[in-house]
């Protein structure tokens, strides 16, 4: 399945960020002519040298473009890749983080989760339906373009694709709150997915006995569980730390 992909990215932050590392570019961008943001003129120099189409609004007309009255820039954002999970795993011999998300709902957590996953330098990311059904923008915004700079895979079937990163040698490991091997006690192979799921359900039956193995991250007894993008930051950087960084 695909997110919505219809998409307008405001901010001189952002539009920089998916100018210099989004994994598409933008179709084109829009730019107020009375415009005066820092660094305007060096995120319009960035787009020209990428020839990028901009195109400069007065105010009006672009308030109307963006639904947000102070916009200055704006990144117009083409079709999303369609991507799947065995084209992206294609060498079997090479090292390889894949982060998998089931169950997260708020955007601002996934937002959380993929910079922080982008940090980490995740190969790809596989999301369920939940995540799919947000609308591209908002998770732009909220995880500062990293939704735009990472390999996102989107599924109806979160089971299948564990299936198919068990035939490309990634082995499957879940954050469980309690009963898994101690986080920073175990080994792991080159080739690994922490799969974490949302703070109200976590992860389903399906999702977990599909799983090859479960980890739990020691906590205090005053706490019995730790956020979903919490997890996922402990663990991707639990991992990135035992690689050597």
Known sequence: MSPPDAAILTGTRLVEIVLRHGRRKPVEIVVLKEGSARGLSRVVRLAEETRIPVRWLDADVMHEFTGRPSAEIAAVLGEREALRTEDLLTDDA?????????????PHNLGDILR???????????????AGAMPRDLLARSSAAASECLPLVFTGNLANELDVLHARRVTTTAAVPTGGENLFEARFPERLAPVVGGEHRGLSKRVLDKCRRRVTIPTSPEVQSLSAASSAAVMLFEVVRKRGG
């Open 94 to 106: 090479a090292p390889a983080l894949v982060l998998v998300l089931e169950g997260i709902e708020d």
């Open 116 to 130: 922080t996953a982008l940090a980490a330098r995740v190969d790809l990311v596989i999301l369920d339906e939940h």
